[in-house]
């Protein structure tokens, strides 16, 4: 293995969509409202997906450091708990990330104001705190409405925000769908670590809540995602608006299937869950994109 495909790796490739998806929709929502800049959208999907990479990797150092990424571990391997990237390097990596990321996200701040340095300055304290502080989020539980809210609301109302001057009730509506199956995505994760996460003291809200819980959770979630398109159809007075439907059999899919697996099996379902937050971003935004082409 390369130390390039080492670095990737550590990326966790499977969870970008997370990212992604929401300022998707934010761009082709304010392409569908007649303000759109190809600069800026492609600026802040680039800036996700590195908040996405850096918590990502702020993870692996803590998660290692607090005992977490074992050798029970039942998920991918994890570069820096198995020696491929000492812990300073992928410290200074972080440093470096924040920065750019920082640095990058003042083209936002001058285009838009004040509450984007905020919202900028909040997502890297959540990148940081999601497993690092002194009172890591993913370690009392509280890792999943932070996902919701900031892979959620924030990602696709800052969009849409940046690209309009505003926030409308579409967007909000709309940016429901990212934050549950980014919230769904984390919930499988802690799900299949449970029986590892609670001997070291990690109590994610699968731990808490159990595991038959966590699964009729993520199913509740999935049904709410589920009705959203309907929602932004009778908003809309369009049938367009049910083109990420088309995802619904992934739906369907891993809410079952959830019910039927345990451990590594689980890792099956997570991809899909990617899969599932990438296709709903995707089809979601040609809805928004043909209605302002066609109406």
Do not use: C
């Not at 969870?15 to 569908?32: C, E, F, R, S």
């Not at 640095?103 to 959540?126: K, R, T």
């Not at 809200?205 to 959770?217: D, F, P, Y």
Request: net charge positive; proline share 4%; no cysteine.
């Amino acid at each position: 293995m390369t130390k390039l495909s080492i670095w990737l790796n550590a990326t966790r490739p499977k969870t970008l969509p997370a990212g992604l998806a929401p300022v998707m929709i934010g761009g082709a929502l304010a392409y569908h409202d007649n303000s759109f800049s190809l600069q800026l959208f492609l600026l802040m999907s680039v800036l996700s997906v590195l908040i996405q990479i850096l918590t990502n990797f702020i993870n692996e150092i803590y998660d290692y450091k607090k005992g977490a990424d074992n050798q029970d571990r039942l998920g991918p391997q994890r570069a820096v708990a198995s020696g491929l990237i000492f812990v300073k390097q992928m410290s200074v990596v972080s440093i470096i990330l924040a920065t750019i990321i920082f640095a990058s996200g003042m083209i936002l701040v001058y285009h838009s104001g004040w509450i984007i340095l905020v919202i900028g300055i909040l997502s890297l304290l959540f990148a940081y705190s999601y497993t690092g502080g002194p009172y890591p989020l993913a370690y009392h539980g509280l890792a999943e409405p932070f996902v919701f809210v900031f892979f959620g609301v924030i990602a696709v109302n800052a969009s849409y925000f940046v690209l309009t001057g505003r926030i409308t009730e579409i967007s909000i509506i709309a940016s429901i769908m990212p934050g549950l199956l980014s919230t769904n995505l984390l919930l499988v994760n802690n799900l299949r670590d449970v029986d590892t996460d609670e001997p070291i003291g990690k109590y994610t809200l699968a731990v808490k809540i159990g595991k038959e819980n966590s699964r009729h959770l993520y199913l509740i979630l999935n049904f709410i995602v589920f009705f959203i398109p309907i929602l932004l159809a009778i908003k809309l007075f369009t049938l367009w608006m049910l083109l990420p439907m088309l995802a619904v059999p992934l739906l369907a899919i891993t809410s079952i299937r959830i019910y039927f697996v345990e451990g590594k099996a689980l890792n099956r379902v997570l991809a899909m869950n990617g899969l599932t937050i990438l296709l709903n971003g995707i089809l979601t935004s040609i809805a928004f994109i043909i209605l302002k082409i066609y109406g």
